[in-house]
């Protein structure tokens, strides 16, 4: 079965106002390209601004039911987010979007180190709503973007969680490994 999902891209950045080079919008640009994966692109420099861009891609974005996953790339330190130089927990990231990431898979490059104990994934998933929480237990120093594409592209032909993830390792075990990816849900 062929769907077309999509992908909101939100970014940690020092300035928004400042011109800076994205870590990620090749990976998204390839991935588009190649895969044809839509996805949509933003940054943020603060809690806020975080706050913002997601609650107007839940509020006000028409095409909401079609976004599959949400990819962050932030930057944190056990299981905390950095946002404008503070730690935020993922429990209180949940409480920001309280039932309103119903049926998403809120994945994790790996600049954010995501190895959670049952009751905070358990929380997450019960207070936003979302499908799934993914992303890589192991700091290496490449970037995700290879694994994470190869993963949203799995996607559109797999929507049973458990066959996603099975055949991402088929495809790309040691790759998997060297990453520790992880998938709640």
Do not use: W
């Amino acid at each position: 079965m062929t769907h077309s999902h999509y992908i909101y891209c939100l970014e940690a950045v020092q300035d928004v106002s400042a011109p800076s080079k994205s870590i990620i919008l090749p990976a998204l640009q390839q991935l588009a390209l190649h895969y044809g994966v839509t996805n949509v692109y933003k940054t943020c420099d603060s809690i806020e601004g975080f706050e913002e861009s997601i609650s107007t891609l839940v509020c006000e974005d028409k095409d909401f039911e079609d976004y599959a996953f949400i990819y962050l790339i932030f930057e944190g330190r056990d299981n905390e987010l950095k946002i404008d130089n503070y730690f935020y927990s993922l429990e209180e990231i949940a409480e920001f979007f309280e039932g309103k990431l119903k049926g998403k898979v809120i994945h994790f490059a790996n600049t954010f180190r995501l190895d959670l104990e049952e009751e905070t994934f358990q929380y997450f998933l019960d207070v936003t709503g979302a499908r799934a929480i993914s992303g890589y237990a192991n700091q290496v120093p490449v970037l995700s973007t290879v694994l994470d594409n190869l993963y949203f592209s799995l996607s559109e032909e797999y929507d049973d969680l458990v066959e996603l993830v099975e055949v991402l390792h088929e495809k790309q075990y040691a790759l998997c490994s060297a990453l520790g990816f992880r998938m709640y849900y």
